[in-house]
């Protein structure tokens, strides 16, 4: 069991990037799945979370930017990340966590090992 994202790399300031946080060992349709992302000298963060039944949460700096969605078909959830600013610069983490609710979990029980998303001219 086992989530692995993908699709990090270098962007210029006002780019865009898609993540993708494929599962491995189990079917996301009941999970809510979560980015986090963490900065060098910083905590982690979550940026958004898509509960079980695909209600979006988003934090404040990302709100408008970021967009989270869930490919049941390809036991896939993507981070669509635009306009992208350079303190969006950090390691990007998928979660997993099975909960089947309206509103996302405060853990995670599954973790994939970062995706890098490097903004800067």
């Known amino acids: 069991v086992q989530v692995v994202e993908s699709g990090g790399g270098l962007v210029q300031p006002g780019g865009s990037l898609r993540l993708s946080c494929i599962a491995s060992?189990?079917?996301?349709?009941?999970?809510?799945i979560s980015w986090f992302r963490q900065a060098p000298g910083k905590e982690r963060e979550e940026v958004l979370c898509?509960?079980?039944?695909?209600?979006?949460y988003y934090a404040g700096s990302v709100k408008g930017r970021f967009t989270i969605s869930r490919d049941k078909t390809k036991n896939t959830v993507y981070l669509q990340m635009n306009s992208l600013k350079p303190e969006d610069t950090a390691v990007y983490y998928c979660?997993?966590?099975?909960?089947?609710?309206?509103?996302?979990?405060?853990?995670?029980?599954?973790w994939g090992r970062g995706t890098q998303v490097t903004v800067s001219s």
């Open positions: 979660a997993a966590k099975y909960y089947v609710q309206s509103y996302c979990p405060e853990e995670y029980d599954h």
């Open positions: 898509t509960s079980a039944y695909d209600t979006p």
């Open positions: 060992g189990f079917v996301l349709d009941d999970y809510a």
